[in-house]
């Protein structure tokens, strides 16, 4: 694509003049200057460019609104599907707290408005779980469930286009960075011209840059309208924080793969050469790599199928509770009363004995999902570690980090409606002890003892700043790194004379 590109660059770019100290500076940022000007004047009368990146824009924009409007759709679903939830609760009548309890309720997961940029593990988790007695259930309602095959595989969203489609956007307009010239043979008025090589690639790079970055606009005009107009509560406490990093991260992203580019154009002998390299390190960074990781973490961390797991579950709550130790908190009661029977108590025995049983399942739960929420994180862990070999994978797990939809923060979440489920139980067994049987009639709870059970508003806690540099922050900023470190050397390649 670049053949003709660069030769007029290089001729507008004015030299470097070799004084020491200030001169020298303002030569090079003048040479900076220079060649910005003349590379972006170039990229502007060329039809290949714009080609490109209207497709890209056209992608871009496509996946804005469809993810921005789904994502309308699905809060205003959920919002209206809790709403009605709680007054089916509270409207629920008269009847003794245990069948309350039994009666349940559905709470739904809230989402950010930068789930719209990156959906994360959303598609393929459930977005309600179903609160009871007695038992712990699993999400419910997969969207990925309803969908086709190569949609579950190939979902276009703004995450997508910039962690795939953005790099290769950049590939095709700048693989001729150098290796256009250097095919062209006017490579070689570098030399005569003293044109500072590092300024020419920065220029070259910042135009590239730019072109790419014209791919965000539709995210950020979807998040901002997003932000602006819905009416629900935003569930992070550090929302502007997450935003920040989301934008920062895309941005060393991209800067790592036009410094990629620029280190390959200024090495490849060829045109050919050149676009040959970057679409194969583009391939394997973001296709091959992050495949790869998942399917290696589920062999490092490998879960029980759903059959194994409910088996193990059920055999264990299938296990009676101590009866010793509950006939003495029995004998212990009745002496705190100085009573013989449990008739004769002033608190009902029968709430007491279910607050007993749920304490009993909820150590089994803990225990089981316990085990299974680690097996998760260690394959998110494992998964991490591919990020030092891809900065697509890197960026991956910062982008859903950020917007609150990895793995991590569905846990979060399944955490936090299982607390609501225990506090519901709390409530209703409190009222099952304080009111004893009297003439063998039971007590009876209606709306006054159904709201006491607060409503459910869940948060997602701040972000653990030290644990994300660590996994996603770190291995992206190396990736970096080593890509000027690339670049660097492919222009000390062109500064020695290897210019053909």
């Known amino acids: 694509m670049q053949a003709n590109l660069n030769a007029i660059t290089l001729a507008s770019s004015p030299a470097?003049?070799?004084?020491?100290?200030?001169?020298?500076?303002?030569?090079?940022?003048?040479?900076?200057?220079?060649?910005?000007?003349?590379?972006?004047?170039?990229?502007r009368r060329d039809w290949r460019v714009w080609l490109v990146v209207g497709v890209g824009l056209a992608l871009a924009a496509c996946a804005a609104l469809l993810s921005s409007m789904e994502l309308r759709a699905t809060l205003d679903g959920r919002a209206v599907a809790q709403q009605s939830e709680q007054q089916r609760w509270s409207q629920q009548g008269k009847k003794y707290p245990h069948a309350a309890a039994h009666?349940?309720?559905?709470?739904?997961?809230?989402?950010?408005?930068?789930?719209?940029?990156?959906?994360?593990?959303?598609?393929?988790?459930?977005?309600?779980?179903?609160?009871?007695a007695h038992k712990q259930n699993e999400l419910v309602y997969r969207p990925a469930n309803d969908e086709p095959g190569v949609t579950r595989q190939f979902r276009l969203n703004p995450?997508?286009?910039?962690?795939?489609?953005?790099?290769?956007?950049?590939?095709?307009?700048g693989f001729g960075m150098f290796a256009a010239e250097r095919e062209r043979g006017t490579l070689a008025a570098l030399r005569i011209n003293a044109a500072p090589l590092g300024a020419l690639a920065l220029a070259r790079g910042a135009v590239l840059l730019c072109l790419a970055m014209v791919l965000?606009?539709?995210?950020?005009?979807?998040?901002?309208?997003?932000?602006?107009?819905?009416?629900?509560?935003?569930?992070?406490?550090?929302?502007?924080m997450r935003t920040a990093l989301f934008?920062?991260?895309?941005?060393?992203?991209?800067?790592?793969?036009?410094?990629?580019?620029?280190?390959?154009?200024?090495?490849?002998?060829?045109?050919?050469?050149?676009?040959?390299?970057l679409i194969g390190l583009w391939a394997v960074t973001t296709l091959v790599v992050p495949r790869a990781a998942v399917e290696l973490s589920q062999m490092a961390a490998p879960l029980p199928t759903m059959q194994q797991f409910r088996a193990g579950l059920d055999a264990a709550?299938?296990?009676?509770?101590d009866p010793e130790q509950a006939n003495r908190d029995k004998q212990q009661l009745l002496r705190e009363y100085g009573v013989k029977d449990v008739k004769d108590l002033p608190v009902n025995w029968a709430g007491i004995s279910l607050q007993r049983g749920e304490r009993h399942g909820d150590s089994i739960f803990d225990e089981h999902y316990g085990r299974l929420f680690d097996a998760m994180r260690r394959q998110s862990d494992a998964s991490a570690l591919a990020g030092w070999l891809s900065p697509a994978v890197?960026?991956?797990?910062?982008?859903?980090?950020?917007?609150?939809?990895?793995?991590?923060?569905?846990?979060?979440?399944?955490?936090?409606?299982?607390?609501?489920?225990?506090?519901i139980q709390e409530v209703l067994n409190q009222a099952i002890t304080e009111h004893p049987e009297r003439d063998g009639v039971r007590h009876d709870g209606d709306q006054a003892l159904w709201d006491k059970v607060p409503p459910f508003v869940f948060t997602f806690a701040a972000l653990d700043l030290k644990a994300l540099a660590l996994r996603q922050g770190l291995p992206l900023i190396a990736l970096f790194l080593v890509s000027l470190l690339l670049c660097g050397a492919g222009l000390r390649h062109l500064r020695s004379g290897n210019l053909r």
């Open 317 to 321: 709550l299938g296990m009676p509770d």
């Open 216 to 240: 965000v606009l539709p995210a950020c005009v979807a998040v901002g309208v997003l932000e602006w107009t819905l009416a629900t509560r935003n569930p992070f406490s550090d929302g502007v």
């Open 103 to 132: 009666y349940g309720v559905y709470v739904f997961k809230p989402l950010s408005a930068l789930a719209a940029l990156d959906p994360g593990v959303e598609h393929y988790v459930g977005a309600s779980v179903w609160l009871e």
């Open 394 to 423: 890197a960026m991956a797990g910062l982008s859903s980090a950020a917007a609150g939809s990895d793995t991590n923060h569905h846990l979060q979440f399944i955490d936090g409606a299982e607390r609501q489920r225990r506090r």
């Open 16 to 43: 470097a003049p070799e004084a020491p100290g200030r001169h020298r500076a303002r030569g090079w940022l003048r040479a900076l200057r220079g060649a910005w000007q003349a590379d972006w004047r170039e990229r």
């Open 247 to 277: 934008g920062v991260g895309y941005l060393i992203y991209l800067c790592t793969w036009a410094a990629l580019i620029a280190a390959v154009s200024a090495r490849a002998p060829t045109l050919r050469a050149s676009l040959a390299i």
């Open 159 to 173: 995450a997508f286009v910039l962690q795939v489609l953005a790099p290769m956007a950049m590939i095709f307009l």
